[in-house]
Every structure is written in C-alpha cells, then in structure tokens.
C-alpha cells in the first residue's frame, strides 16, 4: 500500500551530520513533490526542503548551505543529508508528499504541512 517511511535520525553533538532517509512504496515519483518538514513541541509544522520530480530543490533559509536534500528513483527513497547540526534543528522530521506538487515550483507551497496528503511517520534528530 501507499506509505512513507522514514529512518536515521538519531542524536548528535552540533557540528555533526546526520542523513535522514524516506522509503516510499506504492507509488513513483512522478509529479510529486517530496518534502521534509519538521515540528518542534508546540510549534507549528514547518518546511525544511523539498524535491520536485524534475530534480528541482527548496529549502528554508536557516538550512540553506548544510542540509541537501536529493532522491533515487530506482529505490524510491529520497534523503536529506544534514551537516553542521545546530541545537535549533532539533525536532521531529517528517516526509511528506504531494501527488502533483510539480506545479508548486516558484511558489511557497512547499513549506506548508496542510498542502502534502502523504505523510510519514517521522523521525526525530535531536542536536545538543
């Protein structure tokens, strides 16, 4: 069946790396949107990054330049590769996605949880 799996958080000393995976089964690539999002307790869901099928990326600002977030058709499996960890990125990480997310390039649709229909059951990275 449809479903998202993520794996590889974990906890780490700042300055350290951490590559998150998301194994995706029951559907392809195709048109989707494949995003990483993250929740802190009591705050909002917010978007980290994000991959159109094209090979397209997004990313929020505070991780622009340490995190990379890529995919592997042939193993349905998109990563979201972490270094330089600050305590701030402490949260739990979900994948997401969204059949039909191509159209969301150029805009900020990515960033927002209540746009994907596919959800992961998240893993969570705590830097200190």
């Known amino acids: 069946h449809v479903q998202l799996v993520e794996s590889g958080g974990g906890s780490v000393q700042?300055?350290?790396s951490l590559r998150l995976s998301c194994d995706a089964s029951g559907f392809t690539f195709s048109r989707t949107c494949l995003g990483w999002l993250r929740q802190v307790p009591g705050q909002e869901r917010e978007g980290?990054?994000?991959?159109y099928s094209g090979g397209g990326t997004e990313y929020c600002d505070s991780v622009k330049g340490r995190f990379t977030i890529s995919q592997d058709n042939?193993?349905?499996?998109?990563?979201?590769?972490?270094?330089?960890?600050?305590?701030?990125?402490?949260?739990?990480?979900?994948?997401?996605?969204k059949y039909g997310g191509d159209w969301w390039i150029g805009s900020d649709s990515w960033r927002y949880s209540d746009n994907y229909n596919l959800w992961g059951q998240g893993t969570q990275v705590t830097v200190s």
């Open 48 to 51: 980290v990054a994000a991959i």
């Open 74 to 97: 042939a193993k349905n499996t998109v990563y979201l590769q972490m270094n330089s960890l600050k305590p701030e990125d402490t949260a739990m990480y979900y994948c997401a996605a």
């Open 14 to 16: 700042a300055g350290g």
